[in-house]
């Protein structure tokens, strides 16, 4: 079965092909993360402008890489929350005019459930029950994926999701946006333990808190320019880095081994961090419990996730009709 998946949720345009659900056909992504590192962050007017202008392509190259036509396509899935609302709307509009048109079903995906679906795309062998930590821009969770369209919310984040704190740090510290990949960058030449940074204390065993971490880090940059000094980039971006991924880490471990977790995922955006992943790996594998990560690609936003996630909630019958809506916020457990 081949699902035509779209993700217009925040900066990426994006369209791929996956069959069944776990092989990738075509995987089209556009971008338009250089113009919002203009601005230091996304502007949602223009990600929605850039998303109209360039998802007829993306598709068009979604189905051309794959070799396929609209005729041999099954179904159209679409992500259709969370996110920047004006961005979410024009993938479901696209998505439920093309799906229309062609008279193909249409099928509405969760933005973290494509994410942790990600991990479909590289371990074919990985199906639910696992536990997996879903950090990205907007989100940090730790999930338990009962079934393929079950979950269970064991923690979250009270404050700010993972990646914003990482985007907030890179800002603080003059790196470029998306800060994930640029702390990381500057923290390869770092002393992780050059700064003393803050351990949160927060209310329920799996939850997170990053807002007490960031602040630390923007105070520590002001008093240091008070003085007249400055702060060493690579060393606060590692101590940075260091402190997050330890506390993702050690909150994901723990949920594992309390719930006797056989399999750990991680997924989103801050999957891709070389640290958190060296941390879970190690740990999950400690604990005698098997680890699967998603591949680097498939970390950020893109269609394959959307596509793959699409083929299991195809299966569930979670369709939706024409007169389907784009949903700035919605829990992943929601159905
Ligand atoms: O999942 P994603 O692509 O989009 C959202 O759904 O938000 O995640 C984007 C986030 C950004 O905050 C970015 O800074 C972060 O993921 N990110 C990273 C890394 N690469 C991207 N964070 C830490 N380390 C990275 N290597
Ligand atoms: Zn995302």
Redesign the pocket.
Known sequence: MYILGFES??DETAAAVVKDGREVCSNVIATSVAEQALYGGVVPEIASRRHAENISAVAEKALADANLTMADIDAVAVTFAPGLIGAVLVGVNFAKGLAYAAGKPLVPVH?LRG?IAANYLTHPDLKPPFLCLVA???HSHIVLVQDWCRYQILGRTVDDAA??A??KVARTLGLPY????SV?QAARTGDPHAYRLPVPHVQGKYNVSFSGLKTAVVNEVHNAQQRGETVSVPDMAASFQERIAQILAKKLLAAAADNGAKTVCLA???A??GRLRQLVNDGVQKLGAKVYLPELKYC??NGAMIAAQGYYEYLDDNLADWTLNGLPTLEIDYR
């Open positions: 949720t925040c933005h994410h990205s821009g907007g990646g914003e990482f985007d998306p800060g994930g990949p990381s989103g955006g801050v891709a961090n950020g936003d």
